[in-house]
């Protein structure tokens, strides 16, 4: 009995017995797959360039894409700003790159073409108003105005996707949405000022960390930090 308890115990536990010569049985366990990584758009950078210079494309009003032809538009804005007042919509082309960065093309975004339809319509909405003057209070009465302040530009990009309904002011935005950073988008605020990150591009009224200097509604660059400001994204995005 006590020769063959190794053996018995060997076969009662999956083990081999002393001085047998089987060899082990490959675990029947299936594999753990590691977490898809979240992708997560920067929001911080050390460098103030957002000079893009690969292939842009415009999405016309029939939905199809094209190469873009940059054109010489009344009242366009330009680089270095200009005024965007009494611009309509038609007047400010839907752009598009590839990849899943927003790049900087005139002044204006242009969308990643990788991004979900909700972010894309984000970056053509703030589009809309760069240009326009800081107006404090400005987009709160109404989304549409003659000035935005910081929280009104934020709000208008959002209203573009649809994912507010009414004006935010910058406390508000505090508590809007989901906490933390966003996989595309994600909104920095304070009681006293609020601006947004969209896909790599910051939408903001304060020219801090942005070399060009200019106020009011404009794509810069990425601040290397975002310290003092809640961080919230909208759910999904």
């Not at 940059?70 to 598009?96: D, F, I, N, Y």
């Not at 209070?137 to 208008?156: K, L, M, P």
């Amino acid at each position: 009995m006590a020769i063959g308890a190794p053996s018995a115990l060997a076969a009662s536990t999956g083990g081999v017995a002393v001085g047998s010569t089987a060899a082990p049985q490959p675990s029947t366990a299936p594999p753990v797959a590691a977490a898809p990584k979240l992708h997560l758009a920067p929001v911080t950078s050390h460098f103030s360039s957002v000079a893009y210079s690969g292939p842009v494309f415009e999405k016309t009003v029939s939905g199809q894409v094209v190469p873009y032809q940059p054109l010489a538009r009344a009242g366009a804005v330009t680089p270095t700003g200009g005024s965007a007042v009494g611009v309509t919509v038609a007047l400010k082309p839907e752009l598009l790159v590839p990849g899943s960065r927003a790049r900087y093309v005139a002044g204006l975004a242009a969308a990643p073409m990788s991004a979900p339809a909700a972010v894309q319509a984000i970056v053509w909405a703030g589009n809309q108003i760069i240009g326009l003057p800081y107006v404090w209070g400005g987009g709160h009465a109404s989304f549409n105005a003659a000035g935005y302040d910081c929280s009104g530009t934020v709000s208008f990009a959002l209203h573009g996707a649809s994912l507010v309904t009414t004006p935010e002011d910058s406390s508000e935005f505090m508590g809007w949405g989901s906490h933390g950073l966003g996989r595309w988008v994600t909104v920095f605020s304070n009681a006293g000022h609020a601006y947004m990150t969209v896909a790599g591009l910051r939408l903001d009224t304060s020219a801090a960390d942005d070399p060009t200097n200019q106020q009011g509604p404009r794509w810069r660059p990425l601040r290397p930090a975002n310290g003092g400001f809640t961080v919230r994204h909208p759910l999904g995005f």
